[in-house]
């Protein structure tokens, strides 16, 4: 099984937690850089202009979660898969020590702060009171063309909250 581990400044202010990688990410061994990873991506740096060397970013579980057919298919992770990343994850996120969390997807956000409701671009109180900002998956918004520009709007919104509190502290040179 490959592996795909977090990558980025650490310590960080802002750690971005997706679900788990895909094809390409594990291909290239780095979260973030398929399809849906490279959307999201540029939405962040267009909303932070921020590079993606700048902040934190990792996956909960760190394989790519496959249906075994003759061209592998990604499939959500089970709960075991998740339920078994999540301690690594927990440490992870002490390392990493981040102030603000960008939960990619409810997967994410479930493993962060599991006694909120998912509702995205609402800020909650999560692992060990960091601030977790939820936003959808880019797979989701990707995958409901008809909506895009609404889903995506959305998106850009969440992400200024988290800007605003970033503003002053630009980078992770913390
Ligand atoms: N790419 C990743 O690595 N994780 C996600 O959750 C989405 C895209």
Not at 48 to 77: A, Q, S
Request: charged share 25%; net charge positive; with cysteine.
């Amino acid at each position: 099984m490959e592996l795909v581990f977090g990558a980025g400044p650490c310590p960080c202010k802002l750690m971005v937690i997706g679900e788990a990688p895909g094809r390409e990410e594990t291909k290239l061994k780095t979260p973030f850089v398929g399809k849906a990873g490279k959307f999201f991506i540029g939405i962040l740096n267009e909303v932070f202009g921020l590079e993606r060397n700048e902040f934190y970013i990792t996956n909960v579980v760190k394989f790519w979660p496959v249906i075994e057919t003759k061209r592998k298919k990604t499939k959500p992770p089970t709960i075991e898969e998740v339920r078994f990343f999540t301690p690594f994850l927990k440490k992870e996120i002490k390392a990493v020590s981040p102030e603000w969390i960008i939960a990619v997807g409810k997967t994410s956000f479930c493993a962060v702060a599991p006694d909120n409701d998912f509702v995205p671009g609402k800020w909650v109180t999560g692992y060990n009171g960091i601030s977790v900002m939820p936003v959808y998956h880019p797979a989701y918004i990707l995958r409901k063309q008809r909506i895009l520009a609404t889903n995506t709007k959305e998106l850009k919104k969440a992400l200024m909250k988290v800007r605003e509190r970033l503003e002053v502290e630009v980078g992770c040179k913390n």
